[in-house]
């Protein structure tokens, strides 16, 4: 890799565990100078502005559906052109020399359709690199369900509990395969050394708990809360160093679009 400005090393310091696979996608995508790069679902543009520094001569598109997240990402100022769309319906004018996405795609459905649709917007000889979470068989996202049945709020919540967004990574292989000149399909599942005292329980709360806990008012929000992390506390039990270990399983892909 050549961009000296880009050091994955410093933005670790920074952002720690969540930002560690949208390093470890990135390293993997072979281009030194791409003109044009799309970030799918780039959120507050932490990452986007990371694919900047490394591709400064690129035109670089970060879109997002989110008109909130977008306001933050317009906050710092870059040269980078921010873009509020529903990916599900995301159909750009021009093709991109890179497209990537850092834990977006698992939030739209029909992966089936979605990601050979992505390849086709990628120039020829061009990358589609996406990273997304594998982990909703864990503890941490089944115990979700398992406090969300076991109140007098699960029938506000049973409707929430879906079947996991992603499939095994032996599914995007033979999905992306056809479509691709080389691809490159792996997972990799990172111990996350956390700290406090119910840390896992804090970690999910900003994530895949949060829409339950948001469709429960008081007093049920914080009496369910109180169960999953009860729960959770039995399936990641402190060590004696004081420290937690968080398995989280993430699949990542690069398909390179034929020349
Ligand atoms: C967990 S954030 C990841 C942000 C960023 N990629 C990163 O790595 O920090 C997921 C983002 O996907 C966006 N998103 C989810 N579904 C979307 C959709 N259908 N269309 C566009 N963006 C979507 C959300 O608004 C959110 O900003």
Not at 1 to 12: F, T
Not at 87 to 95: D, F, G, K, S
Not at 120 to 125: C, H
Request: proline share 8%; aromatic share 12%.
């Amino acid at each position: 890799m050549k961009d000296m400005g880009w050091n994955p090393q410093q933005y670790l310091t920074f952002e720690g565990h969540r930002l560690r696979p949208a390093l470890d996608l990135l390293a993997r995508i072979p281009v030194d100078t791409p003109r044009r790069v799309a970030d799918l679902g780039c959120g507050t543009g932490n990452v986007t502005r990371i694919l900047q520094q490394r591709w400064r001569g690129a035109t670089v598109v970060g879109v997002d559906g989110s008109e909130e997240m977008l306001r933050k990402a317009r906050e710092f100022e870059s040269h980078i052109e921010w873009q509020q769309a529903d990916l599900n319906h995301w159909y750009p004018e021009q093709r991109f020399d890179v497209i990537y996405s850092n834990a977006a795609l698992h939030w739209l459905s029909d992966h089936r359709t979605l990601f050979p649709r992505l390849l086709n917007f990628v120039e020829p000889g061009g990358y589609l690199a996406v990273q997304m979470p594998g982990n909703f068989t864990a503890p941490t996202h089944t115990l979700v369900y398992e406090a969300a049945r076991s109140g007098p709020w699960s029938d506000k919540l049973e409707w929430r509990i879906k079947a996991p967004p992603v499939h095994d990574p032996v599914d995007y292989h033979r999905l992306l395969a056809p479509h691709s000149e080389q691809l490159d399909v792996w997972e990799t599942t990172y111990i996350q050394e956390l700290t406090g005292e119910n840390p896992v329980a804090e970690w999910t709360k900003g994530s895949w708990l949060k829409p339950f806990l948001d469709a429960l008012e008081a007093p049920q929000r914080s009496e369910f809360e109180a169960v999953y992390r009860r729960l959770i506390l039995q399936a990641y039990p402190q060590g004696p160093d004081g420290k937690t270990l968080l398995p989280f399983r993430r699949l990542f892909m690069v398909a390179k679009a034929p020349a």
